[in-house]
């Protein structure tokens, strides 16, 4: 079975390259980068440095939107069931499939 974080950064990317295209999903891995020195293989450790960059760039929103996919993706990989909240919250979701895995 794949790491917790393996599974994570799989979804992101995933979602990324999905929604926005693999050009677009390398600009916002490049900027997480050169802006917040945190590399595409740390983003698990730095999720809210992620989810605040996309609020910046495409608004709160979209961010919903791009972190609900995220994390569907993420559950689905991981076999739990997945809730959907109206104020999703990707750090929050991702804490919650964390435990619900160690259980």
Known sequence: MKEFNEVLLESVNSTLTDLLGAEC????????????????????AHLEVLSQDLKDIFGQQE?????????KRLYAALQIEFVNHVDLDLVRCVN???AARRE
């Not at 020195?37 to 983003?43: A, M, N």
């Not at 939107?65 to 994390?71: D, F, W, Y």
């Open 96 to 98: 919650e499939a964390r």
């Open 25 to 44: 999903r390398d600009i916002i891995f490049s900027h997480l980068q050169t802006r917040f020195s945190v590399p595409k293989e740390q983003l698990p």
């Open 63 to 71: 961010t919903v939107a791009i972190s609900r996919v995220v994390a």
